[in-house]
């Protein structure tokens, strides 16, 4: 498919995806440049001749979700400030996102880029919303320093249709202060979950309004965005290839529940986590009584500046390290008639100045693994560590994504739940109805 499609097969295959687009409409997640030497106008596949694309003063329309304003506006603003082109940024409210695209897709109105929720980029490039990027992504001199994970999500039937745009990660948060009044070594965060249990524990024993640690305990986005990366670590998936099959029920997976369940029920867990959505669950920890917890790695740059807090990578049962790599992807729509000077503005983004003097020096995790280390995050361990995970992380690939994972009424809501507040003995009952619901 991608740009072997005809018009008449591309707009059948536009139409057909916009219908299942708008019936999931309701669903909300959790997680160089210079002038080419081609011509402009559409087609999508590009070629190494113009691996930068073409800046001819062409104006281009983009879409966002208002969750990564910030990151889009700042790179919008940068690249108009130094190119012939111009980007026309539209922020769209998160909520209404999908809706948006859908119906865009429908009357062949989309715009020339379009970002997406990178767990929702299956349901575009298998609907033909997304112009083929294979042959330009592969001509990019940093093309496997990349973000694979995102790279991975928008691949279809072996071509390639997004690049990373912004990315947010899971990581480990830990409290310095009270790791040091635990008589816990601030420098030596938790390197396997059963460290992470020892040192929660730990800290737990301070007493008072002090915490071991925190989750969102009736938010499937938060399950997976911060439960999953425990279970890759220890060498494992979670889902089958190609997304249709739970493999949530493994002995790994058991003992990162019954880890919880373990917190949960010897009260190691701040008050709350058995009602928490997820619209506050980040706003924990900040507050300075939580030992160590899992968070989005975007929440660094927002922390309190008198909070001695330490950042490491969500480890395994018995070690590893992983994340899930989740933020936004974005493309070249399959109807956009300027697709050389889309890709002069991707090519920017991903280029050396694009991503040390905007992303990394707005402390946002950069999209390419060559770059982890930069005059910007040098200055903070921290942000290195956090660049580096980019490497070790995984974004997950399934069709049905929303409806399983963030429908607050999905099978894995129910799972998640069961085998932390429950007994845990309805997790391969709970796997099979998360199956069910993949492969719907």
Same mark, same amino acid.
């Given at each position: $498919?991608?740009?072997?499609?005809?018009?008449?097969?591309?707009?059948?295959?536009?139409?057909?995806?916009?219908?299942?687009?708008?019936?999931?409409?309701?669903? /909300?997640?959790?997680?160089?440049?210079?002038?080419?030497?081609?011509?402009?106008?559409?087609?999508?596949?590009?070629?190494?001749?113009?691996?930068?694309?073409?800046?001819?003063?062409?104006?281009?329309?983009?879409?966002?979700?208002?969750?990564?304003?910030?990151?889009?506006?700042?790179?919008?603003?940068?690249?108009? %400030?130094?190119?012939?082109?111009?980007?026309?940024?539209?922020?769209?409210?998160?909520?209404?996102?999908?809706?948006?695209?859908?119906?865009?897709?429908?009357?062949?109105?989309?715009?020339?880029?379009?970002?997406?929720?990178?767990?929702?980029?299956?349901? &575009?490039?298998?609907?033909?919303?997304?112009?083929?990027?294979?042959?330009?992504?592969?001509?990019?001199?940093?093309?496997?320093?990349?973000?694979?994970?995102?790279?991975?999500?928008?691949?279809?039937?072996?071509?390639?249709?997004?690049?990373?745009?912004?990315?947010?990660?899971?990581?480990?948060? &830990?409290?310095?202060?009270?790791?040091?009044?635990?008589?816990?070594?601030?420098?030596?965060?938790?390197?396997?979950?059963?460290?992470?249990?020892?040192?929660?524990?730990? /800290?737990?024993?301070?007493?008072?309004?002090?915490?071991?640690?925190?989750?969102?305990?009736?938010?499937?986005?938060?399950?997976?965005?911060?439960?999953?990366?425990?279970?890759?670590?220890?060498?494992?998936?979670?889902?089958?290839?190609?997304?249709?099959?739970?493999?949530?029920?493994? %002995?790994?997976?058991?003992?990162?529940?019954?880890? &919880?369940?373990?917190?949960?029920?010897?009260?190691?867990?701040?008050?709350?986590?058995?009602?928490?959505?997820?619209?506050?669950?980040?706003?924990?920890?900040?507050?300075?009584?939580?030992?160590?917890?899992? $968070?989005?790695?975007?929440?660094?740059?927002? $922390?309190?500046?008198?909070?001695?807090?330490?950042? %490491?990578?969500?480890?395994?049962?018995?070690?590893?390290?992983?994340?899930?790599?989740?933020?936004?992807?974005?493309?070249?729509?399959?109807?956009?008639?300027?697709?050389?000077?889309?890709?002069?503005?991707?090519?920017?983004?991903?280029?050396?100045?694009?991503?040390?003097?905007?992303?990394?020096?707005?402390?946002?995790?950069?999209?390419?693994?060559?770059?982890?280390?930069?005059?910007?995050? %040098?200055?903070?361990?921290?942000?290195?560590?956090?660049?580096?995970?980019?490497?070790?992380?995984?974004?997950? &690939?399934?069709?049905?994504?929303?409806?399983?994972?963030?429908?607050?009424?999905?099978?894995?809501?129910?799972?998640?739940?069961?085998?932390?507040?429950?007994?845990?003995?309805?997790?391969?009952?709970?796997?099979?109805?998360?199956?069910?619901?993949?492969?719907?």
């Amino acid at each position: $498919m991608g740009s072997t499609v005809g018009p008449r097969g591309r707009a059948g295959r536009l139409a057909t995806g916009a219908v299942a687009l708008l019936a999931a409409a309701s669903l /909300v997640t959790a997680c160089g440049s210079g002038d080419g030497d081609s011509g402009g106008g559409g087609g999508g596949g590009g070629g190494a001749a113009n691996a930068t694309g073409v800046d001819d003063g062409a104006t281009l329309t983009m879409w966002t979700r208002a969750a990564t304003r910030p990151q889009s506006e700042a790179l919008v603003k940068a690249y108009n %400030a130094s190119h012939k082109n111009k980007v026309e940024l539209t922020v769209v409210p998160t909520d209404d996102y999908q809706a948006k695209v859908g119906a865009a897709a429908g009357s062949r109105d989309l715009p020339d880029l379009f970002a997406s929720d990178v767990v929702f980029v299956p349901n &575009y490039t298998s609907s033909g919303l997304f112009a083929d990027l294979t042959e330009r992504i592969e001509a990019l001199p940093f093309a496997e320093n990349l973000a694979q994970s995102h790279i991975e999500a928008g691949t279809y039937e072996d071509k390639k249709y997004v690049v990373p745009h912004t990315l947010d990660l899971s990581v480990l948060f &830990y409290n310095k202060d009270l790791y040091r009044k635990a008589k816990l070594d601030p420098e030596k965060p938790p390197t396997t979950l059963s460290e992470w249990d020892e040192q929660a524990r730990a /800290v737990d024993k301070l007493g008072g309004d002090v915490n071991g640690t925190f989750f969102g305990g009736n938010c499937g986005g938060c399950g997976v965005f911060t439960w999953w990366p425990s279970i890759w670590a220890a060498g494992e998936e979670v889902l089958s290839e190609d997304g249709t099959e739970a493999l949530l029920a493994s %002995a790994t997976a058991k003992k990162v529940y019954d880890t &919880y369940r373990g917190w949960v029920d010897d009260d190691i867990v701040a008050p709350g986590a058995k009602d928490e959505t997820g619209t506050t669950w980040t706003g924990i920890f900040p507050k300075g009584k939580v030992g160590v917890m899992p $968070m989005p790695s975007t929440t660094l740059g927002l $922390m309190p500046k008198d909070l001695d807090l330490g950042v %490491a990578p969500i480890p395994g049962p018995d070690g590893g390290r992983s994340t899930f790599v989740g933020g936004d992807a974005i493309g070249v729509s399959a109807t956009s008639e300027k697709a050389d000077q889309a890709w002069n503005f991707l090519a920017w983004t991903l280029g050396d100045k694009a991503q040390v003097d905007v992303v990394a020096a707005n402390k946002d995790v950069v999209a390419r693994t060559d770059l982890a280390s930069n005059k910007h995050s %040098a200055a903070d361990p921290r942000l290195v560590t956090i660049n580096e995970l980019v490497a070790d992380g995984q974004t997950p &690939y399934a069709l049905k994504f929303g409806q399983t994972f963030n429908d607050p009424n999905g099978p894995w809501l129910t799972l998640m739940r069961d085998a932390v507040f429950g007994d845990g003995t309805s997790v391969d009952k709970g796997n099979e109805a998360v199956s069910a619901s993949l492969a719907d």
